[in-house]
């Protein structure tokens, strides 16, 4: 069955640094696309980051305007494992996040794990 298993968060000021890794098990790595929501309370989920498939599609990666030039997500075949690398934190990024993975295009989620919390303090 798909697992997706994320870690790597904690708590971090402002201006710092994390890395969040996720580990997936369960399906074919290359056939999904693969990436990161998170979600604040009281709001909807937002899209962070995701990488498409490189046999369904063409591999590019996608960024949320809000994380984008601070965020960088990429992935280990090898390890099954896909990491999102933030850096620049600001407090609006405290948040669950969650590691998803579904369409070839990342226009859907079909699997999520049950995250890991950032706490980004000012």
């Known amino acids: 069955e798909v697992q997706l298993v994320e870690s790597g968060g904690g708590l971090v000021q402002a201006g710092g640094s994390l890395r969040l890794s996720c580990a997936a098990s369960?399906?074919?790595?290359?056939?999904?696309?693969i990436g990161w929501f998170r979600q604040a309370p009281g709001k909807e989920r937002e899209g962070v980051s995701c990488i498409a498939s490189s046999v369904g599609s063409d591999g590019s990666t996608y960024y949320a305007d809000s994380v984008k030039g601070r965020f960088t997500i990429s992935s280990d075949k090898a390890k099954n494992t896909v990491y999102l690398q933030m850096n620049s934190l600001k407090p609006e990024d405290t948040a669950v996040y969650h590691c998803y993975t579904g369409s070839s295009w990342c226009d859907g989620m079909d699997y999520w794990g049950k995250g890991t919390l950032v706490t980004v303090s000012s």
């Open positions: 369960g399906f074919t790595f290359d056939d999904y696309a």
